[in-house]
């Protein structure tokens, strides 16, 4: 496994030309435990001229790296109070021979990008730009498999709640129970916030827990997921409370679950991202929810939840073959509740089957 | 209550000179709520030459401010993929007749400055500095009322806990159902990621919940907040497992129950931040646990766990009157475990009776 570091760090040497006089520093989180397998809190990667370092503040725990580093990798952990890593760095980016340091621009302050600056006169420091979250896009295999595991966690999660009462329960405590859930089964944690939306709440994307009660006859819409080894995935299903839905909730759950498996259809390497957002949304739209529409029916998923690509009306660029996305339509009507649904799935040429269904919970309405 | 915002906004211009032609831009979000009383994902704060405005991007939800504006706040949403509200606010800020505006450069990424700077050319960006966290420091009533009811839910949920069979437990499922008690209590949810320390873990400052089980014999350090309003409050308890505790347990509890003892009667206005670091330090130092000790003994709290005073050798500074700070010595003995004792308290004048502590859980050593 360790050596998947090395080549990552190696690809982006050779993407942005680090090598030679000049360095690159890696400080935004996700970005740095992509390329050193480990992101201790304050910690930033610098690939060096010589070698790549990983420069951590000491924690009041002692030794601030869980996880193994890579044998290529070397550890500098900076006494309490020995300021910021960052600076710390760029001194040795300096030092080591480095002509030039590309940082993290869009990550940096502009505090700690004043004092990096001064801490190493004389090198001159670029923007890496967003090179390293390109790198990630398209995911290796390790990566697919801690996403499906960690998409076996959430449905295991989900199906459980779904054995147990539900009608009088608040948003709230069935929010708590699924992140309790996620952990029992293995999660590091929830991915992301863990949404529960009954009622006129229902099918509201990214609603905050309240203290309203599930009823008979509410739409209930919840959407989770878990963090596997940093991988976080995502599931979104709308339900309806007691024994038979009413015909406007057929009728709307029918339509969005149209609409979300047209996104769900069109998922193919060289596939226009924006053509996979308007695969779900025209169905929407034509049947005149253009309004309540959220901006985007989708977004990949890995060390972050919504990360590149977008899957919206103005996104650029296609598809490529193992990007992992969701696929989540939705539609709010206000007073009444809605309903969403929301699937991570891995893009996959067609002589591979096509896309790969990670979140496999059962998509039919069901009447709890 | 809505005049309490305006007022701090006024205090802040005062405070900058921030009138006429100098506008100010508030984007870090414990600063912006504290100064608008919400702070919506995403969102800035222009104190400009004519008027005060929020600026949010809108969310799918519609209306991106839950609770109330006071009246002399103007709101601007910005349509989904308008760009950055701080751009927006930079260019409004001209065309209210500006010529300079001061940002938060420690929390302003380099990139987004340079967009700012680009959508407003010909306005001076000049550096605010931490203005905001300075005059956070000193707490109003309104803001101690909210910091008490969070230590009463925080009292209540880790009250519950000691009621129930801890044996046998993981650190994990009982840091999980601590934060469900806070929420069930009242609490927004955890101030800071709950922390379960049991065995050789037990005082260790952060330590992150493992599936360790709780046995006989183990101490047990727990470490919980909740956040209410907005407002964070810290408790650190330290307990033993069984019937009675072992001699060097009771001699390393009453070790650091002495020092957080000392630091907590050393809280007074006028005092240095230094000197409670240090009233605490050296009884911990003498008994010669020097080495294991955490770089800082306290922190302030409000709206940030962590804010400042930072009680620490190094810090600069005097205590004033209403600044809510932790006092939270520990040591720990690696292979076996140790103690951390963590309250929260408010700076008081000793005429009004001095330190007032808003965690009242017993620090008695308890065998559960």
Redesign the interface.
Known sequence: MSEVYGNRRRRLRDRCAAAGSAAVLVSRPANVRYLAGVAPPGAVLLLGPREDTLLCPR????DPV?GHLDEELRLTVLP??EGDPAEAAAGSALAAGAESLA?E???????R??ALGAAAPGLAVT?LGPAVEQQRVVKDEEEIACLRIAAEITDQALGELLESILVGRTE??LA?EL??RL?DHGADGPAFATSVATGPHAG?????PSDRRVEEGDFLSVSLGAAYRGYRCEIGRTFVIGTSPADWQIELYELVFAAQRAGREALLPGTACRDVDRAARQILDAAGHGEEL??RTGHGVGLEIGEDPQLAP?AMGKLDACVPVTVEPGV?L?GRGGVRIDDTLVVRQEADGGPELLTITTKELLAL
Not at 59 to 62: D, R, V
Not at 105 to 111: G, K, P, Q, R
Not at 204 to 208: K, S, V
């Open positions: 924690t009041p725990n002692g869980d309490a109070g940082v621009e869009h990550h940096l302050t502009v505090a990008h004043r923007d709230r405590h708590l992140e309790r952990v509201l994307a990214a609603h905050r959220p901006p103005a709010h206000p």
